[in-house]
């Protein structure tokens, strides 16, 4: 079996333009949650989406956004980035809303803001 | 709210002894989950061990155990025997909906 496969590992973007990162979640997998691991730091909670709609977001403004499209996987969308934008971008699936089983998570994209 | 402390940013153990890592949680759930995950530096989150928090009984996996105190919110997690291969991030975790993360615990094992 798949695990939640995420791409592209690495992107490097100008400050301002835009990013958009891909995760898929594991087969049978309804719910996909994104979080911002920047250098050295915690995971920070950034949106979750399940059965297509956005379920719950983090403290982040507005141009990080998302969507879960029909086959469940997901994209992020990082508009006017700024330089402390740069972390890990780690994508989880789980079976259901969270709870007993947990999250599997991606292996992240690392995005760097030049 | 949902928040999750550690408060030990470092930690280091000798091969083969026994480390304690502590966390420290809030809500106003009743029902929630609580996990430890390891990520080592190839950056993949590894999940540790889990624990229901209507259960009373501490959860353990092989070498690594917790000691869950729900009326305290402390969810610490105890490695016995460490190995080299334990050297990681470890991140406290409470679910209820979605997952809030502690800011991680770097621990290493020392030969």
């Known amino acids: 079996e798949a695990g939640v496969t995420q791409s592209p590992t690495h992107l490097i973007k100008t400050r301002g333009q835009q990013a958009t990162l891909r995760c898929s979640p594991i087969s049978g997998h309804t719910s996909v949650y994104w979080y911002q691991q920047a250098l050295g730091l915690g995971l920070q909670f950034l949106l979750w989406y399940d059965e297509g709609e956005e379920r719950n977001r983090g403290n982040f403004p507005p141009r990080f956004s998302g969507r879960q499209f029909p086959n469940y996987s997901s994209e992020l969308n990082v508009n006017a980035l700024e330089l402390e934008d740069s972390a890990l971008y780690l994508c989880?699936?789980?079976?259901?809303?969270?709870?007993?089983?947990?999250?599997?998570f991606g292996s992240g994209t690392r995005l760097t803001v030049v | 709210a949902q928040t999750v402390t550690q408060s030990q940013p470092e930690m280091s153990v000798q091969e083969a002894e026994t480390v304690t890592l502590s966390c420290t949680y809030d809500t106003s759930e009743n029902n929630y989950y609580l996990f430890w995950y390891k990520q080592p530096p190839s950056r993949q989150m590894i999940l540790v061990i889990r624990q229901e928090a209507y259960k009373q009984q501490n959860a353990t996996e092989n070498r690594f155990s917790v000691n869950f105190q729900k009326a305290a919110k402390s969810f610490s997690l105890k490695i016995s025997d460490s190995q080299l291969g334990d050297t990681a991030m470890y991140f406290c975790?409470?679910?209820?909906?979605?997952?809030?993360f502690g800011a991680g615990t770097r621990l290493t094992v020392k030969p």
């Open positions: 975790a409470l679910n209820n909906n979605d997952m809030r």
């Open positions: 989880a699936s789980s079976l259901r809303p969270g709870f007993f089983y947990g999250y599997t």
